[in-house]
């Protein structure tokens, strides 16, 4: 993005924040708000509890330090009291510019965080910007103070750095309200920018933490087939004027966080130098911006406005995520960057994830939507019995929803068209969807009896007819190890103890649970490392075997009966797949070039 300079404030009053990063070693922003208070004095501000595109509440407010409140340009201070965990109120006569003075301690290197030290500074404005409640429609001119060896990345619009007279350099951007500044995070620090444009529209990555690691070469050409890629679901057009991704690179972590016209990514920076994670750094790209169109502009009417204090609860996040999943790596696919047998091994292995854990029967794709703020992200032992995970789940839904439209109308629609079309019957008219508007859209294009499967796959049970699906597009379901002795356990990693039982299983019915130190099986010791070719060796389908465990240090001899396991679920390119079933495979992972195989 060009720096430009800031449009003139309109009548509006406009708020000013200052950030001091100047300071990195002490890992702490030091933040000057300066508001007007309103005619009859008093003004009460807060700060997010939580990061829209991370549904749980992280109680920011935990990092704020010496809030102090002062008549603006003085020392005089003004009385400045904390009335919630997340809220603080300044009194005041009315009309006083009053200056808020606080420290944000940030320490914690994440999507959604703040990260402070000699190498970088990042932070979400969630974490940093205490604003006022009654004035969220207001602009911000937001003056961040840093190194001047270090270059400022963000979406929103900035000054150009200007030297101070401490020997570092500050830029002001603007936001027009609360909810674009808590939308651009900020990244400073010694990073390496690539610009590129699709379509004639500005798109960037800036690489921050990479050491001696170089990006690859084709790292901007691989990105422009991907926004291309994602542009065409949506008719070829970008919603953005301009996008960056700010990319951080560490020893380890990963995640992705989506925002209108950014998104930030972190991977560990090895994933840049090996084949397969480089996919996977390109697959969490793909995901970040396809969610500039599905969640960030076109979204649920209860996502319409944002409350950033408490849960905001939706049943969409199938569709939110679960179809962002599923077009994630369909888009690096289709972009000639996966080929089509590495996408299957994708798919597999959500298909897997899938059958293996009953909790899709206790807990619809609707249900668990609703619930991301107390199970998602809090998963447990029970987790995979009790709750379906929308991202994976979401995406083999989509998938089975997507070959439904395929079948249903011969090929002539999919799930691409599904998505433009309510894209431009809620965000293009200015609003929010609700789960009619994505029954519209699909009934549109092909019938009510597609809106009853959707309905099947997201509020009952899911249970989707796969191999029959699947062959429509000449690809196999097939199970490897199919028929082997299976228990149902998962072990703590390097570990005896039990991380989890599954429900229902040979080991559940055994009563063997989670904490469960087991110490031996038929008479043989259990170690770390050595239960799968145990069980190979002792454990036969339908044979009792006498399990030696430890449960709060009591020893227990438990009986289990192992079942025919289900085995892995793989698919396959199905080699005598008709020309027909080749073509609609074609038409829906785009055509494999000569280099995929
Ligand atoms: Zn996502």
């Known amino acids: 993005m060009p720096q430009t300079d800031l449009p003139r404030s309109g009548p509006l009053q406009t708020l000013e924040f200052r950030i001091d990063a100047t300071q990195p070693a002490t890992r702490e922003l030091r933040v000057c708000a300066i508001i007007t208070s309103p005619e009859d004095g008093d003004v009460e501000l807060f700060l997010p509890t939580w990061t829209p595109g991370s549904y749980l509440i992280r109680e920011y407010s935990r990092h704020l330090s010496r809030v102090e409140a002062f008549e603006a340009g003085t020392e005089q201070p003004l009385p400045c009291l904390k009335v919630g965990k997340n809220r603080f109120r300044v009194e005041a006569p009315g009309d006083t510019r009053i200056e808020l003075r606080y420290r944000v301690y940030a320490h914690e290197l994440s999507v959604r965080t ?15 910007l205490l604003w006022p409640i ?18 400022l990345s963000c979406s929103l619009a900035a000054t150009p750095a200007r030297a101070n007279a401490l020997g570092c350099v500050a830029s002001t951007l603007r936001a027009r309200d609360l909810a674009e500044a808590l939308d651009s995070p900020v990244l400073i620090g010694s990073t390496k920018r690539l610009e590129w444009q699709v379509h004639g529209v500005p798109h960037a990555i800036v690489l921050d933490g990479l050491g001696t690691v170089a990006p690859p070469p084709s790292l901007t050409t691989d990105l422009t087939k991907i926004v291309e890629q994602a542009a065409s679901v949506f008719g070829d057009s970008l919603p953005y004027e301009q996008y960056v991704f700010l990319a951080l690179f560490a020893d380890e972590g990963y995640g992705g966080l989506e925002h209108s016209d950014s998104s930030t990514l972190l991977m560990p920076r090895t994933a840049l130098t090996s084949k397969a994670k480089y996919r996977d750094f390109l697959t969490l790209a793909a995901h970040e911006l396809f969610h500039a169109w599905n969640v960030k502009r076109m979204r649920p009417v209860e996502f319409w406005n944002y409350d950033y204090e408490q849960e905001n609860y939706t049943k969409l996040l199938w569709l939110m995520e679960g179809w962002t999943a599923y077009y994630d790596d369909l ?12 996408y299957l091994a994708t798919m597999a292995k959500n298909v897997q994830n899938m059958l293996s854990a009953p909790g899709r029967f206790a807990l619809s794709l609707e249900e668990s939507s609703f619930d991301a703020w107390i199970r998602l992200y809090r ?15 979401g995406a083999v839904a989509a998938m089975c929803l997507d070959l439904t439209i395929r079948r249903t109308t011969g090929g002539k629609y999919s799930i691409d068209d599904a998505l433009h079309s309510l894209y431009r019957s809620t965000f293009d008219a200015g609003r929010g969807y609700e789960l009619a508007d994505v029954h519209a859209a699909i009934e549109a294009i092909a019938g009510a009896e597609v809106v009853e499967k959707l309905t099947e796959f997201v509020m009952g049970p899911l249970d989707p007819q796969l191999a029959e699906l699947l062959a429509d597009v000449g690809v196999k379901l097939t199970f490897r190890d199919a028929g082997k002795p299976f228990l149902g356990v998962a072990f703590r990693a390097n570990t005896t103890t039990i991380a989890s039982v599954t429900k229902g299983s040979p080991a559940d019915d055994a009563g063997i649970a989670p904490d469960d130190e087991v110490i031996a099986a038929n008479n043989l010791r259990v170690k770390p490392g050595n239960w799968q070719t145990l069980l190979a060796a002792v454990g036969e389908v339908a044979e009792p075997m006498q399990l030696l465990v430890a449960r709060r240090g009591i020893m227990q001899t438990l ?17 005598e797949a008709s020309d027909e079933q080749c073509a609609a495979r074609n038409a829906w992972l785009g055509e494999p070039s000569e280099s995929q195989g």
């Open 379 to 393: 998963p447990d032992e029970n987790t995979r019995n009790s709750s379906q995970n929308y991202y994976g789940n």
């Open 114 to 128: 703040a990260d402070v030290d000699s190498c970088h500074a990042y932070w979400n404005h969630c974490c940093v």
């Open 559 to 575: 009986t289990v009966i192992p079942t025919s396991g289900m085995g892995t679920a793989k698919l396959v390119v199905d080699a």
């Open 134 to 151: 009654e004035q969220t429609d207001l602009p911000a001119d937001i003056t961040i103070e840093h190194l001047k060896d270090w270059s």
């Open 331 to 342: 888009l690096v696919t289709r972009a000639g960057l996966m080929s089509p047998t590495d």
